[in-house]
């Protein structure tokens, strides 16, 4: 499995701006599907953004028109752009490659199915 690492998770106030990172060492390109899935204590995991390899971004409704999805390719990273933070965005964020691709016209990538997962970084954010 290949390693994917995030950073810049922390403590912001309401309204407040994150952006978090994730290198993926390992693959020699960004695979079809990536994105990030969140977890807060008690509730389900929620795919809240993926970016297929031409781009193309899907995006949960909760985050829609807050949070930036994208990768620099160069870098082999991805991230995930974060403004206007609401209290209810606290989670621990994880970074997940290997995604599922629906070829749809146009496609796009499931925010939710994965084969590979970072660790996480925790995102808190305070009323």
């Known amino acids: 499995q290949v390693p994917l690492v995030e950073s810049g998770g922390g403590s912001v106030q309401d309204g407040g701006s994150l952006t978090l990172s994730c290198t993926s060492s390992?693959?020699?390109?960004?695979?079809?599907?990536m994105g990030w899935v969140r977890q807060a204590p008690g509730k389900e995991r929620e795919g809240i953004a993926a970016?297929?390899?031409?781009?193309?971004?899907t995006y949960a409704d909760s985050v829609k028109g807050r949070f930036t999805v994208s990768t620099d390719s160069a870098k082999n990273t991805l991230y995930l752009q974060m403004n206007n933070l609401k209290p209810e965005d606290t989670a621990m964020y994880y970074c997940?490659?290997?995604?599922?691709?629906?070829?749809?016209?146009?496609?796009?990538?499931?925010?939710?199915?994965?084969?590979?997962w970072g660790q996480g970084t925790q995102v808190t954010v305070s009323s």
């Open positions: 997940a490659a290997d995604g599922f691709l629906y070829e749809t016209y146009p496609p796009f990538c499931s925010l939710d199915k994965y084969g590979a």
């Open positions: 390992g693959y020699k390109d960004l695979s079809a599907c």
């Open positions: 970016i297929d390899s031409d781009g193309g971004t």
